[in-house]
């Protein structure tokens, strides 16, 4: 049998770099989004969305990755929910982070903020409720019964400018540990 010429080898090669350069060019760029991280932003607008459509179910996101200094606040979430909730309609907590001193919780809960070095890795955890609803009976109650993983010590929800004696919706969104 004969050898291929050296030729006939670098062209083979160079082939299999250019389809091998397409192949990953295509999936980095897609829509399959498999090299890039899910940004906490963008989940929390999904959830908080589909959340609000559907009153009393709660929902978690997929891993979701919080940079150094990244914030979520209840506009950037609002803004993505199509006009289906307002900001101040959506109130944020650490959740399971709130007694981490790399986490920051605003005063009227408008507002998450990670200070760590490093990225993380967690979940978003979110439900919306007719305010009506959940403050009949109680918060630590509807908590309880409706989403117990949101019914977290240190996370005062009664700071919660949307639990209002209203019937607007309110939308609880805290951060999870995986």
């Known amino acids: 049998m004969k050898k291929p010429s050296s030729l006939t ?3 083979i090669a160079l082939l299999a770099i250019i389809v091998g350069y397409f192949i990953f060019a295509t999936l980095m760029f897609s829509d399959w989004q498999l090299f890039r991280p899910v940004l906490a932003t963008d989940e929390a607008k999904t959830i908080i969305k589909a959340t609000a459509a559907h009153k009393a179910l709660p929902l978690t996101s997929r891993n979701v990755t919080f940079n150094p200094l990244d914030s979520l606040t209840a506009t950037s979430v609002a803004d993505g929910s199509n006009g289906v909730v307002a900001d101040g309609q959506i109130c944020l ?9 790399n986490w920051v ?14 990225a993380l890795q967690a979940r978003l955890e979110a439900v919306c409720d007719s305010s009506n609803v959940i403050l009949a009976k109680g918060i630590q109650n509807y908590l309880a019964e409706v989403h117990s993983s949101l019914n977290i010590d240190g996370v005062n929800w009664g700071n919660c400018p949307c639990l209002v004696d209203s019937n607007q919706t309110c939308c609880l969104l805290t951060v999870k540990k995986i």
């Not at 605003?106 to 490093?118: A, D, E, F, K």
């Open 105 to 118: 919780t605003s005063g009227t809960l408008s507002s998450v903020r990670y200070q760590g070095s490093t």
């Open 93 to 101: 907590s650490a959740g399971d982070f709130a007694s981490d001193a």
């Open 9 to 11: 080898i670098v062209l």
